[in-house]
C-alpha cells in the first residue's frame, strides 16, 4: 500500500513539473516566430515607410508607388492594383530574413542565377533612402531561391514564400477592374454608336429610389430594372478578361469603335471607354488613360444593341396618387375626373375615393407595344392631359394608325403604336369605372 502511494506521489511531481514548465514558456510564441530566431535579418523597416517598389524580371518592368495608403503603377492611371498583394510585397520586404548565409564573398554570381538576377526588385523609403534585392535561381532540392543585396557581397538561401513575392510579374498585382465608378456618382450616361445612334440616360440623384430617365433619343421614363441589367451592369462593373498587349487598335476595331460610352461624374469629371470588335472570347474594350485594350466579357455587347424601347417603361403614365390634381380625357373615353383626397368629383359628381384611384390607376396602364416606324398620323380618337401639384402637365394623343395599331404621341414628340386589341382592352378596363 505504502509503495502505491510512493508511486502516485513521483507521478503528480512529474506532472506539476511538466506544468510548471508550460506555464513559465514565453507566451505566444509560435513555431515560426522560433525558427526566425535562428534566421539572418537582412533588411528591416517598418511597412507603412515604404513608398515605392520597383521589380525587373526581363522583360517585365513595373514600379509601383504609394499614395495616402493605396498603391498605383506608377505612371499608368486606370490600370489598378490588386491592393492586398502590393501590400504583401511591402510587408514581406519589412521583415526580409535569409534561411542561411551560401557565400560570404561571392565572385561568381552567375552560378546563382544573380548575375542577371532572375529579379531585381528597388525598394523606395519615405526618407528617400533606396535599397535594391536580387532573387536568383531556385535552391536545387529545396524551398528555397538564392539571393542577395546591395548591403553586402554575400549571397544568401531565402525561403520560397518570400522569394515568389519579388517574382510577382505585373499580371499578376493587376485587378481586373478597370475603372472604379459607382452608381451614386454617376450623373449622366451617352451611348453613342458608330451608326449616329445617341441614347442618354441621366440619374435622378434628389430621389430616394433608383430613378433614370431617358434624355435622348426622346425624353422618357425608364424601366429601372432593365437600365440595371442592360446598361449599368456593364458601366459600373467593367472587368477584364485579360488586357492584350499584341494587337493594334485597328486590329480590335477601337480605331473606330462600335460603342463610345460616356460618364458624366456628380463632381464634373467626364469618363470614356470604347467598345471594339466581337472575337470569340469577348469583346475588346480600352478605358480613356490606361495603356493596355482589354478583353470583356461578351455579354458587353448588349451596350453595342440596346435600343431605347428596350429599356424605357411601357407605360404611357407613371400613377402618382399624392400629387395628381386632375385627369381630363376627350374623345372615345370623355370625363374630367378633380382628384381631391376629400373631395373626389368625376364629371362635378362626387365619387367614391377608391374608385377615383381605381380609375386613375386603370388610366395610366395603358402601354406602348412597340415604337412608331413613321410619325403617320390618322384620325384623333383621344386626348388625355394630367394636371399634377408639383409635375409639369403631362399630355398624351392616340390616333388611328392602320387596321391593327394606333399612333400614340407624347405631348407630340415621341410616336409609339399601341396594337388595336390592346387599346380596345384598355378602353374596357376604363369605362367600368365611368358607369
Known sequence: MKKNIMIALGVLLVLAAV???????????????????SKISV???????????D???????????????????????????????????????????????IEKNAKDLKMYGLDPAVSTVVVHLSDGGMHTFYVGNRVQNQNQYYFKTDMDSKVYAIGSGKGMVMTYTKNDLISTSMQEIYKGDIDEITLSRSD???????????????????????????DETKVQSKVLNFVVGLTAL???????????????????VSILKTDGSTHHFYIGNLEDSGAYVRVDGV???????????????????????KNLQTADYYDLKQLSSQGVLAFDLLYDKDNPRLNNQRMDKQDAI?????????????????????????????????????NFKVYVYDNRN????????????????????????VDKYLK
Not at 533588411?43 to 517598389?53: H, K, L
Not at 433614370?212 to 425624353?219: G, N, S
Open 196 to 222: 449616329g445612334y445617341t441614347l442618354k440616360l441621366k440619374q435622378n440623384l434628389d430621389s430616394e429610389a433608383e430613378v433614370w430617365t431617358m434624355l435622348e433619343p426622346y425624353e422618357w421614363a425608364t
Open 291 to 313: 495603356k493596355n485594350a482589354a478583353i470583356v466579357d461578351s455579354e458587353i455587347n448588349k451596350l453595342v444593341s440596346v435600343g431605347a424601347f428596350d429599356i424605357i417603361s
Open 19 to 37: 506544468c510548471i514548465g508550460i506555464r513559465f514558456l514565453p507566451f505566444g510564441e509560435s513555431d515560426e516566430e522560433g525558427e526566425a530566431t
Open 55 to 101: 521589380i525587373h524580371m526581363g522583360t517585365d518592368y513595373y514600379e509601383l508607388e504609394k499614395k495616402d495608403g493605396t498603391w498605383f503603377f506608377k505612371g499608368e492611371d486606370g490600370v489598378h492594383v490588386i491592393q492586398p498583394k502590393a501590400d504583401g510585397i511591402a510587408y514581406d520586404l519589412s521583415n526580409l530574413y535569409a534561411e542561411r548565409e
Open 358 to 394: 381605381r380609375l386613375y390607376s386603370a388610366f395610366c396602364n395603358l402601354m406602348v407595344d412597340a415604337e412608331a416606324p413613321s410619325t403617320k398620323t390618322g384620325e384623333k380618337v383621344l386626348d388625355a392631359t394630367f394636371t399634377y401639384a408639383k409635375a409639369k402637365e403631362y
Open 242 to 260: 485579360q488586357y492584350v498587349t499584341d494587337k493594334t487598335d485597328a486590329e480590335m476595331g477601337l480605331d473606330n469603335p462600335r460603342v463610345t
Open 43 to 53: 533588411f528591416s523597416a517598418e511597412q507603412d515607410s515604404i513608398v515605392g517598389i
Open 406 to 429: 394606333y399612333t400614340v404621341t407624347h405631348d407630340g414628340k415621341q410616336f409609339f403604336l399601341v396594337r388595336k386589341d390592346n387599346f380596345e382592352a384598355w378602353m374596357s378596363s
